[in-house]
Structure formats: structure tokens, C-alpha cells
């Protein structure tokens, strides 16, 4: 990861180098073309001055062999047809002797100041700049060589060279800030594949920026640490589920291996212990179904039609609650517990009859097996209707004269496995998932729970479920 990074870097210190280089070279090509055309400009000024001259010594009656100019110039005269009668060279270099196909000589022809700049014929490695123009019968034609110089302006002044310095180092500058906001997500993101791979507890360390980068990377932790949450909640629930079936089963197979084992076992103690046996398989039976309903509520939660795993139904409370007392009165009836329920013959809700049952009968059996001897349950409920969706919710109260929760404990009652007094817990055979499945029975309608500590003793527990539609 560590040689990506530095080839990422230097790949953009390349881009950077590169950039400069065409700035530069854009510069200098743009200066040497000001440069160009000034010299251009300033020696065409000088070449007029230089025919000003030549004609006004030939109005003055001079042989033009005896003119004489300024070194570096020189002069041709023609006539209208273009044939030279003089030129100040033709004692260096062949001249020819008709000059009238040359753009200067042309555009001069036709009354306008002709300019052209190309190698002489006598001298093909030497630029030089002509200028011609028309007086009466005759073409004057001024040259120099020429000699790209330094506008003297920029001689005198260099702030042009000066803002080409302040706009290359203003980019350069803003370049090594774009650099370093670009190379930042990039580490942190090779921060974050290292916390993924070595130590996902540092995950929550890592910083991200605030832009949709930052966004993506937050996204990918918070996904990876509830992959991670998940993982180690399944594992948990693994270990969990292998624990608890291993207990009524090690039971079984120790009631089953006396029975053969013991040739001499009398018809009651057989029945003795075939009834222990058979008591842990219901237990283990129970432990089953108390899974599968947390699994299938799972499921529900992540399904968009909880229809597809549980029948959504017209329940009504009462006749549900009549069931569950028909189901587990005995045990009621055993403890010395009483049940009183005001819960109207009439209170009905669209839900899952199931859940509803389950919801019930756990928080039933909750206050049998943690509750005590001789205590009194009491369940009320009282119908609301729900502001703007057009349907209502019930609320119930749920209440024990039990032992209670320790007041340490009390937000934990709901999670799965959870067990407020373990030796005793198992001796009753409970399996610690009751309060669970009503935490979730509730949540599939839709409603909260909450439990709290009763006055003088016991346990009070407020939840709402919410009537249904079939899209639920």
C-alpha cells in the first residue's frame, strides 16, 4: 500500500513539473513574440526614416552613388516596372536586375508602404527587413538586417517579468495545497484498509473529511464495524445456543445411560427418571422454538413484507390471553399465583396472533420462574388513537408483586441470553430468551417497551402495539 502511495505522489509532482514546463514555455514563446514584433515595428521606423533621407538627397541633386547612410543600411532604387537602377550593395552581392515580383516592391507599385521580412538572395542565411514606397516614377526600397532586440520598454521596466514570476509561484503554490487535499483522503483511506485487515478497534480513530469522500469513508467503517458487530453477535449466539442445548441434553443422555445401566431398576424409579428425561426434552424443545421465533422476527426485520414470514390477522387480546391461561394456568395455579386481566372482551388489533401469544405467555412465565410464590400479576390496557395515520395503537401495563430486577440489570432484562441470576435461572430452566422475544414482538408491531421497578417489590412493564395493516 506504502509503494502506491509514493508513485501516486510523485506521479502528481510529474503532472505538476509538467505543467510548470508548459507555462513556461507558453511564456517564453508569448515574450518572444512581443519581442519580435517590436523589433519589427521599431526597425520599419528607421527604414522609413532611411527613404525620408535617400529622397531628400536625390531632390538635392545628389548622384545616389554618394548618398550615404547610417551602418547596417542600405537602399535600392527602381522604376515603376519593378527594373533597379541602384543598389547600395551591388558592389558586395549580385543584385538582380528586376525586383518586381517581391511583396514590398508590389504593395509599394500600387501606392501603399510595402514591408517584407525574408533571407536575401546574396545572403540566404541573414533575415533582412525591407521597406518600399512609391514617389512619382520611382520604387525607394530602405533594408537592415535584422536583429530581434528587447523592447526597451521591458529593458526599462521588468514588471511584466515580474507578474509571470508572481502567477508561476501563485500555481505552484496552489498546486503543493491541491496536492496535499488530494493525498489526504488516500491516507486515510490506506488508514482504513489497515484497521480493517490488523485492529478493527481503530476504526472509530480514523478521521474523515468533510466532503463526499469522507462521506464514502465513514460509510465503509460504519459498514465494516456492523459487519463486524454482527459477526461477533452470531458467534456469540452460536456459543449461547450450543450452551444451552447442551445442558438438557447432557441431561437426557444421564437419565437414559442410568435406565441401561441398571439391570435391577425398579418400574417406579425407571418412571422416575424417564420423567427427568422427558422434562429436559421438553425444555430442549422449548429452547428450539424460543430460537426460531428470534430468528424468524430477525428475518421479518430485514424482509420489506413481514407478511411473507407471519399472517397479519384480526387478534382479539382477550380471547389470546384465554389461551395462554388455558396453556399454563397449572403453573399459575402450583406457584400460588393469581392472574387479574382488564382486558375487555372486545379489544381487538390487527397483528400477529402468534407474536401476540408468544409476547404474553413469556412475560407470564417470566413472572413465574423469577417472580416467587404467592405473587399477584396484573395487566391492563387502554386503546389510542394515532394523530394523522388513521389507526391506533394499544397500551398495555404489565405488573408482578415479584422480586424485581436490580436496579444494575434493569436495561439489560431484554438482551438475548441475559440472565439476572444464572445458578437460579437455570435451575427453573429458563433459557434467557423470553424477554427477548417480547422485546421484539413488540418491535415487530411496530411499539416500544420499557421496564421499570415497582413500588414495594416487583416489576412494571409498559409497552404499545400498534394495529397493522396488511403491508406491515
Known sequence: MKRLKLTYRYRLVIYLLILLALLALFFVLHASRQSRGYSISALQGELKATIADVLDSLAEGKDPKTIVLQPGFGFTLADTLGNVLYDSRQKDISIPDNISGLSEIVTASTGADGSALRSSIGEPDVEYLYYARRSGDLLVRSYSKFKMSRPSQIEKDNTYFVFIAILLGALIVSFIYILRRLYKPLKTYSELVSAIREDSSRLSDIHFGNDELGDVGKEIADTFDQLEKAKKFKQQMSHNIAHELKTPITGVRAYL??????????????????????????????????????????????????????????????????????????????????????????????????????????????????????????????????????????????????????????????????????????????????????????????????ASPKAGGGIVFKFSLYSLDEKS
Open 257 to 450: 445411560e442410568t435406565i441401561m445401566n441398571s439391570e435391577d431398576m425398579s418400574v417406579e424409579q425407571m418412571r422416575k427418571f424417564v420423567s427427568k428425561a422427558y422434562s429436559q426434552t421438553l425444555r430442549l424443545s422449548e429452547l428450539v422454538n424460543e430460537v426460531s421465533t428470534l430468528n424468524k422476527l430477525d428475518e421479518s426485520a430485514e424482509n420489506l413484507s413481514s407478511e411473507k414470514i407471519y399472517k397479519i390477522e384480526q387478534v382479539n387480546v382477550r380471547e389470546c390471553l384465554d389461551a395462554i391461561l388455558d396453556e399454563i394456568g397449572y403453573k399459575l395455579e402450583s406457584h400460588g399465583i393469581s392472574f387479574n386481566s382488564r382486558i375487555s372482551s372486545g379489544l381487538k388489533l390487527s397483528g400477529c396472533y402468534d407474536l401476540i401469544y408468544s409476547l404474553f405467555k413469556n412475560l407470564i412465565d417470566n413472572s413465574i420462574e423469577h417472580g416467587g410464590d404467592g405473587i399477584q400479576i396484573d395487566l391492563s390496557a387502554g386503546i389510542e388513537q394515532v394523530s394523522g395515520e388513521g389507526r391506533y395503537k394499544i397500551n398495555f401495563t404489565y405488573t408482578d408483586t415479584g422480586k424485581g430486577v436490580p436496579a444494575e440489570a434493569m436495561d439489560r432484562i431484554f438482551e438475548r441470553f441475559y440472565r439476572v441470576e444464572e445458578g437460579r435461572t437455570r435451575a427453573t430452566g429458563g433459557s434467557g430468551l423470553g424477554l427477548a422475544i417480547v422485546k421484539n414482538a413488540v418491535a415487530f408491531h411496530k411499539g416500544t417497551i420499557t
